[in-house]
């Protein structure tokens, strides 16, 4: 059972368009990690957001942990084809017990 | 190796069989995680390593999977007697300690049939 629910489970879009994806809990998290993985490999780590209301920028991806640290939201601005892949997003609860989502699977068409 | 490295990479297993999948974890990371995601899932935790001490196996789901880690090194993931409900990709990641950043492995592919 996924405890974090990821929206949209499927994303396709053009090249050069912008979107979002989100990662939603009931519970709590001590932080919260956004992964990237694609086909036959593991999950690469892109971000750790720890505090509430935390903003991180990596290029052209924006990763944002709600106030109340149980939501999350990845925004890709001028997206690529590069950028196609499952990202999964992982909530720690404590020191090591990480539960995953199902992921949101983004294809962007050149 | 810079990395996490599991084998096989692909493992096709006749219902009943026994099945062992190896991970090599980064070279002096004291933690080693076993997961497995089944087909269109995240990943589900199975069980945790801290150096040869197995300190959580909440996660595996039955008496049929066990997991060892005898040198705090190399680690070894059981399943005995095959369902096809174990179909999944078994990954395994390394950290250095807990709850530092968790690096995976391409996981391997098993497939009961």
């Known amino acids: 059972t996924q405890l974090l629910e990821q929206s949209p489970q499927f994303l396709s879009i053009q090249e050069g368009e912008n979107l979002t994806v989100y990662c939603n809990s009931s519970?709590?998290?001590?932080?919260l990690q956004w992964y990237r993985q694609e086909p036959g490999e593991g999950p690469v780590l892109l971000v750790t957001?720890?505090?509430?209301?935390e903003v991180k920028k990596l290029k052209r991806l924006t990763f944002q942990f709600g106030d109340a640290r149980k939501d999350s939201s990845l925004h890709i601005t001028a997206a690529q084809p590069g950028d196609t892949g499952l990202y999964l997003c992982?909530?720690?609860?404590?020191?090591?017990?990480?539960?995953f989502g199902a992921g949101t699977r983004l294809t962007v068409k050149p | 190796g810079a990395g996490v490295s599991q084998s096989p990479r692909y493992k096709v297993a006749k219902r009943g069989q026994d099945v062992a999948l190896r991970c090599d974890p980064i070279?002096?990371?004291?933690?080693l995680f076993w997961y497995q995601q089944a087909l269109g899932q995240g990943p589900e935790f199975l069980t945790y390593?801290?150096?040869?001490?197995?300190?959580?196996k909440s996660g595996l789901p039955s008496d049929r999977f066990f997991a060892e880690r005898p040198e705090g090194s190399v680690s070894t993931l059981k399943i005995q007697r095959t369902q096809q409900e174990d179909s999944a990709v078994y990954l395994c990641?390394?950290?250095?300690?807990?709850?530092?950043?968790?690096?995976f492995g391409p996981g391997t592919r098993l497939t009961v049939l």
């Open positions: 990641a390394s950290s250095v300690q807990v709850p530092d950043t968790q690096y």
């Open positions: 519970s709590v998290f001590s932080s």
């Open positions: 957001v720890v505090t509430g209301g």
């Open positions: 992982a909530g720690l609860y404590n020191n090591n017990d990480m539960r």
């Open positions: 070279s002096g990371h004291v933690s």
């Open positions: 390593f801290q150096n040869e001490a197995q300190l959580d």
